[in-house]
């Protein structure tokens, strides 16, 4: 059984950081064989991409939005992925879920939700004022 299981979420004030990771286990092939991505969707409004990484890491992939504050990164000896996120602001405020994508050219960092395979279940993020 495939989990993605997120944590890192809470409650912190604009300009503040957090660090998301997300543990993927129950895989079918090894954890660097799956490219991976952050998507995360408000109150409200439609699932929105943040940020990919290709399987080996080398290439990363980010949202306008989120470009020069957001990190993404993945220790695939721990089959787990990070998102650093910093200088956050109200509207970051959203469930971000983690996704993970066998199919994904290898080397690409994919913000197409439809090229991902598993989908966590959620950590929430909320951004005080």
């Known amino acids: 059984q495939v989990q993605l299981v997120e944590s890192g979420g809470g409650l912190v004030q604009a300009g503040g950081s957090l660090r998301l990771s997300c543990a993927a286990s129950?895989?079918?092939?090894?954890?660097?064989?799956?490219?991976m991505g952050w998507s995360r969707q408000a109150p409200g409004k439609e699932r929105e991409f943040v940020a990919a990484?290709?399987?080996?890491?080398?290439?990363?992939d980010y949202a306008d939005a989120v470009k020069g504050r957001f990190t993404m990164s993945r220790d695939n000896a721990k089959n787990t992925v990070f998102l650093q996120m910093n200088r956050l602001q109200p509207e970051d405020t959203a469930v971000y879920y983690c996704?993970?994508?066998?199919?994904?050219?290898?080397?690409?960092?994919?913000?197409?939700?439809?090229?991902?395979?598993?989908w966590g279940q959620g950590t929430q993020v909320t951004i005080s004022s």
């Open positions: 996704a993970a994508g066998f199919r994904v050219q290898s080397d690409y960092a994919s913000r197409f939700q439809i090229n991902y395979d598993y």
């Open positions: 129950g895989l079918t092939f090894a954890f660097r064989r799956y490219a």
């Open positions: 990484i290709s399987k080996s890491g080398d290439t990363t």
